[in-house]
């Protein structure tokens, strides 16, 4: 049986990538499919989608800078989101029962308003999944997305914690001590290398913590977080977390499958979490609204609003919990599933396209920027004498940047959208700006003719395809340089027009070669 579920899941994921889908789309499929097929999960599907709901959280923990939660778009944007969510459910289902509509019927406000806190919720593990796959977790729109789904994770898991008959106890206290323990973790950390030791050391501090959390009454996903943003600014966080990616991945699969199995629907069932899905829109508007009031450029706020058009998770949770203590019908927990899986096949259509309609609709956005725009939404421009740019200045842009500049000196400029990034490698004496190069409206600033070469080191190759989209849409006539990391993907950015497409791999080894011949000589 367990073979029957990895062949349903991964052909209902293969088949979902072929039409363009996130393959999390065909696990969802693939959980309602079994279930309608009378197959019934063991608790080893329980314990995978624990497994990779804890990691997914240790993970972004890893990456995340507290300082950035305490920004207005991050807590404004996601408290003031969530309490319009919950006012606009409780209207909306005040009057639907009126209208007599089958599940709204006898709903009180109360419950109502915890439909509204349920479907306030975004996605936690879809986004990051998405965000991953565009390579855009440090853009701009990804971090203010994550820093927004880092505020409702925690007040979902708050709610829980209070909905439970378990409450924290006394011992719970000591977790304040837990900052003292931080050196003997990088400590740790330091001494398991770079080998197997340690995705395993990633997987003890995060179940442990998770442990230690449920012994002291507390959420387990909440302890997770807490000790990945301890941990968050070692020098092995980085490395720890690339170590874990394909552990998350095989472990949330479970996560998915197990939404499917929560329950088989009905057709009222289903009518009424359609009209809960076509809400959705309304839900990307008001973030985007709502965070370009805040000051936020339409682009970054367009971008990040549809990354949180679906619903979490984490309201399956909150709906658990209200069904538990008698607060809810037992249907909604199954309309939920419904809603939530529908959420991530509307968010995956708008997700794949979603650079193509800001540059459709950039015009009519742009209305709703206020004149005056926050820091990280404001424009810098290369130096006039910059001929050379290097976009994205990780490991292989650094190198090829440090190179060029051997010989060319301030012709060379780098361009990252990662402003800690950008303010490391400037205290280092490298010319380099803060900019995301998929942006049209920053290649409508800058004066192309003086441009002779681009150079493209970005980790996805679909990123690079969008940047020499939009530089050809510029007027660009300069030639574009372009990595990748498999052939099939060096073959399409050659149809696309860029000129020069290097392999990392082959070409690492062809430099290896010629650097040793050298020695012989």
């Not at 994921?13 to 996130?22: R, S, T």
């Not at 370009?292 to 949770?317: D, P, Q, V, W």
């Not at 708008?350 to 209305?367: F, G, K, Q």
Request: one cysteine or more; hydrophobic letters at 55%; glycine letters at 8%.
């Amino acid at each position: 049986m367990d073979f029957l579920w990895i062949a349903i899941a991964f052909v209902c994921g293969f088949l979902a990538k072929q039409i363009g889908l996130p393959p999390l789309v065909g696990y969802l499929a693939a959980g309602f499919g079994l279930h309608a097929a009378g197959v019934v999960p063991d608790s080893a599907i329980d314990i995978l989608a624990e497994l990779g709901v804890t990691l997914l959280l240790f993970t972004i923990g890893l990456k995340l800078n507290f300082r950035s939660l305490l920004k207005p778009e991050i807590w404004a944007g996601a408290s003031v989101h969530m309490l319009v969510i919950i006012s606009l459910t409780i209207m909306n289902s005040l009057i639907f029962s009126s209208l007599g509509l089958s599940h709204f019927v006898g709903l009180t406000w109360q419950a109502a308003a915890l439909i509204g806190l349920a479907v306030s919720f975004s996605s936690t593990v879809f986004v990051v999944k998405v965000l991953e796959g565009k390579g855009e977790m440090r853009s701009r729109h990804g971090q203010v997305a994550i820093g927004i789904l880092i505020i409702q994770d925690i007040a979902a898991v708050i709610f829980v914690s209070l909905a439970t008959d378990k409450s924290p106890t006394l011992w719970a206290l000591l977790l304040f001590a837990l900052p003292l323990a931080k050196p003997i973790f990088s400590r740790i950390l330091k001494y398991c290398g770079h080998g197997e030791l340690l995705p395993l050391a990633g997987m003890f501090f995060a179940i442990g913590a998770a442990e230690l959390f449920e012994l002291v009454g507390l959420k387990g996903h909440l302890g997770a977080l807490v000790i990945a943003v301890l941990l968050s600014g070692d020098i092995k966080a980085s490395e720890l977390s690339k170590t874990l990616l394909g552990f998350k991945d095989i472990f949330l699969i479970g996560f998915f499958l197990s939404i499917g199995f929560t329950a088989l629907p009905t057709i009222d069932m289903l009518s009424t979490a359609m009209i809960m899905a076509i809400a959705l829109p309304i839900k990307a508007a008001l973030f985007f609204v709502w965070l370009t009031r805040l000051k936020m450029r339409s682009r970054s706020a367009f971008l990040a609003s549809l990354s949180l058009s679906n619903y979490s998770e984490f309201g399956l949770i909150v709906c658990a919990a209200s069904v538990a203590h008698g607060l809810l019908n037992q249907e909604w927990l199954v309309i939920m599933a419904l809603v939530v899986s529908v959420s991530f096949i509307f968010a995956s259509i708008l997700d794949t396209n979603a650079h193509r309609l800001y540059t459709s609709w950039h015009n009519i956005l742009r209305l709703f920027e206020t004149q005056k725009r926050l820091i990280e939404d404001q424009f810098t421009s290369p130096s006039s004498e910059a001929s050379i740019l290097v976009i994205g200045m990780g490991r292989v842009g650094r190198g090829a940047y440090d190179t060029l500049r051997n010989n060319l000196l301030d012709k060379v400029c780098g361009i990252e959208v990662d402003p800690e990034r950008v303010i490391s490698l400037c205290g280092t004496g490298r010319n380099v700006i803060t900019a995301d190069a998929e942006d049209p409206e920053f290649w409508s600033q800058i004066q192309l003719g003086n441009i002779k070469l681009i150079m493209l080191a970005l980790p996805n190759y679909l990123d690079s395809l969008e940047v020499s989209r939009q530089l050809r849409l510029a007027g660009y006539l300069g030639k574009i340089a372009s990595t990748v990391k498999y052939e099939d993907e060096r073959d399409e950015l050659i149809s696309a027009g860029i000129d020069v497409v290097f392999n990392l791999y082959a070409e690492a080894g062809v430099g290896f070669a010629e650097e040793s011949l050298q020695l012989i000589k």
